[in-house]
T-cell receptor, first 117, second 114 residues
Framework: EAGVTQFPSHSVIEKGQTVTLRCDPISGHDNLYWYRRVMGKEIKFLLHFVKESKQDESGMPNNRFLAERTGGTYSTLKVQPAELEDSGVYFC???????????????FGEGSRLTVL | GENVEQHPSTLSVQEGDSAVIKCTYSDSASNYFPWYKQELGKRPQLIIDIRSNVGEKKDQRIAVTLNKTAKHFSLHITETQPEDSAVYFCAALPLGTGRRALTFGSGTRLQVQP
């Protein structure tokens, strides 16, 4: 079974440009999460989709970040315009429905590293 | 909201020694505490988890303990090996409530010296 896949693995852009990150969750996982890790800090929650609906977007830093999950399958996270402080590794993770699962295990992608110069 | 503190940020041990990583959490409603291991360049992966109805859980060389009263939980790795070298993250979640996103600690970089 394919795991969570993310693209691109590394993106280098200039301040003010736009970047779109993509995540393909594990097939059948309704829950999809975006997290971000800035160097040396915690893996910080950004938002959570249940199918195509945004369940919780309390972690989104500001309105330069836009996440979508049309059709409830893959998700995109767009940063426009990018700022220096947006640099970090953006992780996507998916999980089964918590009501059905025996644990809250998240399955992570390998992350998309964003460098804003 | 939940806040998870993790210590130490880096830990270096000799092969064969034990390693202990500690976390504290703030939300008394949290009842699920997983630990993730991230090897260099790879994705974080769940290695062990514990629920608040038990105080300790063990899986071969790794164990996790939980003190609900003090809101502490710890990861213990015995007989460390070089392949244990990685960044370890603790996390907390109140399963059964409306919140479904893990809150992570800041990570501990473990280096096992051969």
């Amino acid at each position: 079974e394919a795991g969570v896949t993310q693209f691109p693995s590394h993106s280098v852009i200039e301040k003010g440009q736009t970047v779109t990150l993509r995540c393909d969750p594990i097939s059948g996982h309704d829950n999809l999460y975006w997290y971000r890790r800035v160097m040396g800090k915690e893996i910080k929650f950004l938002l959570h989709f249940v199918k195509e609906s945004k369940q919780d977007e309390s972690g989104m830093p500001n309105n330069r970040f836009l996440a979508e999950r049309t059709g409830g399958t893959y998700s995109t996270l767009k940063v426009q315009p990018a700022e220096l402080e947006d640099s970090g590794v953006y992780f996507c993770a998916s999980s089964q429905d918590f009501a059905a699962a025996s644990s809250g295990e998240l399955f992570f992608g390998e992350g998309s590293r964003l460098t804003v110069l | 909201g939940e806040n998870v503190e993790q210590h130490p940020s880096t830990l270096s041990v000799q092969e064969g020694d034990s390693a202990v990583i500690k976390c504290t959490y703030s939300d008394s409603a949290s009842n699920y505490f997983p630990w993730y291991k991230q090897e260099l360049g790879k994705r974080p992966q769940l290695i062990i988890d514990i629920r608040s109805n038990v105080g300790e859980k063990k899986d071969q060389r790794i164990a996790v303990t939980l003190n609900k009263t003090a809101k502490h939980f710890s990861l213990h790795i015995t007989e460390t090996q070089p392949e244990d070298s990685a960044v370890y993250f603790c996390a907390a979640l109140p399963l059964g409530t409306g919140r479904r996103a893990l809150t992570f600690g800041s990570g501990t970089r473990l280096q096992v010296q051969p």
